[in-house]
């Protein structure tokens, strides 16, 4: 993971590199708007940027999304009152870190916005075995391609490959390319000269540069337009990139990984994905299996989340009960591990006892569902996905990433229903403060 800290409290903020370099974060700092913005086009990339308090946040976001630079920010600050944290938050700060830093506090940031150094949990022969063939594989240079369900674990096992590769030292560079619309996701990708299109001011390098001589990230692939899939064949094909507007192509060096939550096989019949390009990506494969089908990792996994968020949130440490694990492994875990971390993240600051019992774990779906079973009957399809994703998204409090993955559908997807809903003059609930996108 790459951190970029932009801000003038130097003193403090050498404790919090401190702690995040020894987390395996690189660490970068910016004295000024402009230097941070410079280094971020010429290809010195970053995974999250922690940006002092006191700066102007909504101007900083706001040039990030001229630039089409997707670049979560969390503001900090020492001694900083209460007023000042809420203004950073409603200027679009993802989250705020007061200083001096707490080592686990940082490190749940760290690992909310950039998986860094993600503690990878199983226990169960079945992603013991997978685990075991991505170790085997990290040693090729070869394409992986890795399938499995949102909330399965794609991109901790794609940076599992680079950590163990001869590229580790070198960037990891991770692109969502169902996140990013796609008239802004070649640029994403390949970077653009300047002039080359309405607000390129500067020219900047695309993610396949930053990655040069480490690994690149294709996050969820599949939801690539087919046109640029034609432009990405070529990179993968040729190892050399054209910037949007450039006039002569550049040599890159990557290894590349690609994940999808669809069947790409079924993709290329459809005609929404290319062939050529599904056999480019599909020279080594790790298919990664739902938590539903490693129940011994259910329990592992609820261990390690209920320990995590005690330490994040400065409580005491709770063990499960019994009952509690029985109705974990009970449950059908739609949202696999992603689903899992949630749910008990708010047992966590919902248990009082000296355990967690069930009363503190909000299940999603199948309690729920049973229930309002009788009222479907007579409804149509469309009526019920409709209630189903509003309902998600007031569970979500509007954050529309968290909601996609609960449903299982692409961020794209739930925003064109989402404006179809609202052109049909149906509530929406408002997207909460999110990196641009």
């Given at each position: ?13 050498a404790?919090?590199?401190?702690i ?18 410079a280094?971020l086009?010429e ?16 101007a ?22 209460r ?39 199983c ?25 499995g ?6 991109e ?5 490959l680079?950590?163990?590769s ?12 169902a996140a ?20 390129a ?8 540069e ?37 006039s002569r192509?550049?040599?890159v060096d990557?290894?590349?990984?690609a994940?999808s ?9 459809g005609g ?8 480019r990506?599909?020279v080594l ?27 994040a949130n400065?409580?005491?440490e709770?063990?499960l ?6 109705r ?7 949202g696999?591990?992603r ?5 008990i993240h708010?047992?966590?600051l ?9 009363d503190?774990?909000?299940?999603s ?21 409709r209630?189903l994703i509003?309902?998600?998204l007031?569970?979500t409090s ?7 993955l ?32």
């Amino acid at each position: 993971m790459r951190l970029l800290i932009l801000g003038e409290e130097a003193g403090a903020m050498a404790d919090a590199c401190r702690i995040a370099a020894l987390r395996g974060v690189e660490v970068r700092q910016a004295r000024s708007v402009d230097d941070a913005l410079a280094g971020l086009r010429e290809g010195r990339g970053a995974d999250l940027l922690l940006m002092q308090a006191e700066l102007d946040i909504r101007a900083m976001i706001d040039a990030l999304a001229r630039e089409h630079i997707y670049l979560p920010v969390v503001a900090f600050g020492i001694g900083t009152d209460r007023a000042t944290a809420v203004a950073a938050i409603r200027a679009g700060a993802r989250e705020f870190l007061p200083l001096p830093p707490e080592p686990d506090l940082i490190a749940a940031v760290l690992e909310q916005f950039g998986a860094a150094a993600p503690e990878l949990v199983c226990v169960d022969p079945r992603m013991l075995d997978v685990l075991g063939l991505a170790t085997q594989y990290a040693q090729a240079d070869a394409t992986v391609l890795i399938t499995g369900e949102s909330g399965t674990g794609k991109e901790m096992i794609a940076r599992h490959l680079h950590r163990h590769s001869r590229r580790a030292t070198r960037p990891f560079v991770s692109v969502n390319c169902a996140a990013i619309p796609d008239h802004l996701l070649e640029s994403e990708l390949f970077g653009h000269e300047k002039g080359a299109f309405t607000g390129a001011v500067a020219r900047r390098v695309g993610k396949f540069e930053e990655a040069d001589g480490g690994t690149l990230l294709l996050d969820e692939v599949s939801e690539m337009d087919v046109r640029l899939q034609a432009k990405l064949l070529r990179a993968i094909q040729e190892r050399e990139i054209d910037r949007v507007g450039g006039s002569r192509p550049v040599r890159v060096d990557i290894r590349l990984i690609a994940t999808s939550n669809r069947d790409l096989e079924q993709a290329v019949r459809g005609g929404t994905f290319r062939e050529d390009l599904f056999f480019r990506l599909n020279v080594l494969t790790l298919e990664l299996p739902p938590l539903r089908e490693r129940p011994r990792d259910i329990e592992a996994l609820a261990v390690h989340f209920a320990r995590k968020y005690a330490r994040a949130n400065g409580l005491p440490e709770r063990p499960l009960s019994a009952a509690a694990l029985a109705r974990l492994r009970a449950h059908g875990w739609r949202g696999n591990a992603r689903e899992l971390e949630n749910c008990i993240h708010r047992a966590v600051l919902l248990a009082t006892g000296a355990r967690i019992e069930p009363d503190a774990l909000l299940l999603s779906g199948a309690a729920r569902a049973a229930a309002a079973a009788p009222s479907l009957v007579g409804r149509t399809v469309a009526e019920v996905e409709r209630d189903l994703i509003l309902e998600t998204l007031r569970h979500t409090s509007g954050n529309r990433t968290h909601a996609a993955l609960l449903l299982g559908i692409s961020i794209r997807t739930l925003r064109n229903k989402l404006r179809d809903y609202a052109g049909a003059g149906l509530s929406v609930p408002p997207p909460v403060a999110e990196a641009a996108s």
